[in-house]
């Protein structure tokens, strides 16, 4: 069974940074094919999707916020870390992680798993 | 950058009435890497359909999905009391991920 578990703080402060911690089970991200990725939705708004991090430790980041991003992994811990600098008003959000996917030779990718989200707000 | 546009932005539809939502790319994609997923109110998103016509794992048969080039749609044949939710279509290109608004399908 894959399960997937964010943690972090749910209030940040205008300029901080924030750090969640994606948590997860159910499989291997050293395993060829496995991905995770950060997602996020601000309230009553679509999904956007932040950064990814592969098998063999290759990252991507949203092409808006790469400037802010970065994320890491444990492998032996099955943790999954982003941190976002310089922390804004808009960026308040339920920020997800999510097991994604990778076909053979990148034939295909999808967001099969997904954890219950963490509400970030920030405020003052 | 690829940008995804869902219509229509709100369906009003009753329980076994046939639901046809529509997703379009700004550009031609490839079908392989468009998806569809459901959400619910206070859930994280779930995987429906990916390459725009597989169903993911005990996804019912009265969800289908199609389309190529720039136009797809999700087709739920007859509509159950637990469909109604928002679905996003996704698009991986470049080494990113969108999604499209949503379309929201709720109860009329």
């Known amino acids: 069974q894959v399960t997937l578990r964010e943690s972090g703080p749910a209030l940040v402060k205008p300029t901080q940074t924030l750090t969640l911690t994606c948590t997860f089970s159910g499989f291997s991200l050293s395993t060829s094919g496995m991905c995770v990725s950060w997602i996020r939705q601000p309230p009553g708004k679509a999904l956007e999707w932040l950064a990814r991090i592969d098998w063999d430790d290759a990252k991507y980041y949203s092409t808006s916020l790469k400037t802010r991003l970065a994320i890491s992994r444990d492998t032996s811990k099955n943790q999954v870390v982003l941190t976002m600098t310089n922390m804004d008003p808009v960026d308040t959000a339920t920020y997800y992680c999510?097991?994604?996917?990778?076909?053979?030779?990148?034939?295909?990718?999808?967001?099969?798993?997904w954890g219950q989200g963490t509400l970030v707000t920030v405020s003052s | 950058e690829i940008v995804l546009t869902q219509s229509p932005g709100t369906l009003s539809l009753s329980p076994g009435e046939r639901a046809t939502l529509s997703c379009r790319a700004s550009?031609?994609?490839?079908?392989?890497?468009l998806g569809w997923y459901q959400q619910k109110p206070g859930q994280a998103p779930r995987l429906l359909f990916y390459?725009?016509?597989s169903r993911a794992t005990g996804i019912p048969d009265r969800f289908s999905g199609s389309g190529s080039g720039t136009d797809f749609t999700l087709t739920i044949s007859r509509l159950e009391p637990e469909d109604f939710a928002v679905y996003y279509c996704q698009h991986y290109g470049n080494s990113l991920f969108t999604f499209g608004p949503g379309t929201k399908v709720d109860i009329k």
């Open positions: 550009q031609s994609v490839s079908s392989s890497y």
């Open positions: 999510a097991r994604l996917r990778r076909g053979a030779g990148g034939s295909y990718y999808y967001f099969d798993w």
């Open positions: 390459g725009a016509s």
